[in-house]
């Protein structure tokens, strides 16, 4: 397995500046299949932009009803 890391900067027009640090892993047995795990540092502005978003997500996921497939003519 081989781990590669960073951080990598996002401009949101609602979260702002986000901050993230990224890793890596690829499989040694499969390695055109990568984890990338993004992550803010806790209590910074990028963890609270983070949340935000996420509670925005949720709100208009609720207010979604099931999926119904378009009525064919």
Known sequence: MSKAQGTRFFHHP????LVLDWD???SSTVPDQ???IWTAPPDS???RGLR???SATARSEA???SYSPP???
């Open 63 to 65: 207010g979604k009803t």
């Open 71 to 73: 009525h064919s003519s």
């Open 24 to 26: 890596t892993l690829t």
């Open 45 to 47: 502005a990028s963890e």
């Open 52 to 54: 935000l978003l996420a």
């Open 14 to 17: 609602r979260a702002g500046t």
């Open 34 to 36: 990568h984890l990338v």
